[in-house]
Nanobody, 120 residues
């Protein structure tokens, strides 16, 4: 089955850095569009960044210039390097995969999430 396991969250001071990792299994990782989505307390999900199967990368305006998404297809891993962290970055961060199951259908999968808290 599809599995996505995030790691790397924790408590970080404002202005600090953190790298999140996502270990993926159960699907052909290199073909999948991979995203990071976050959800702050009491808020709805916010899309953060995507790196698609062809390598194209896009960021939400709120993280542009501070976060970097990357993938290692040989290791089936997705990363999010977070720099210059702000308290408003506090959220549960989810790794998501869009897996093609037919030419007309893709199935979205989410990991369990990892908590990132930015606070003094």
């Amino acid at each position: 089955e599809v599995q996505l396991v995030e790691s790397g969250g924790g408590l970080v001071q404002p202005g600090g850095s953190r790298r999140l990792s996502c270990a993926a299994s159960g699907f052909t990782f290199r073909n999948a569009d991979m995203s990071w989505v976050r959800q702050a307390p009491g808020k709805g999900p916010e899309w953060v960044s995507v790196i698609n199967g062809g390598g194209s990368i896009y960021y939400a305006d709120s993280v542009q210039g501070r976060f970097t998404i990357s993938r290692d297809n040989a290791q089936n891993r997705l990363y999010l390097q977070m720099n210059s962290l702000k308290p408003e970055d506090t959220a549960v961060y989810y790794c998501t995969a869009s897996v093609v199951v037919a030419w007309y259908r893709a199935s979205d999968h989410w990991g369990q999430g990892t908590q990132v808290t930015v606070s003094s």
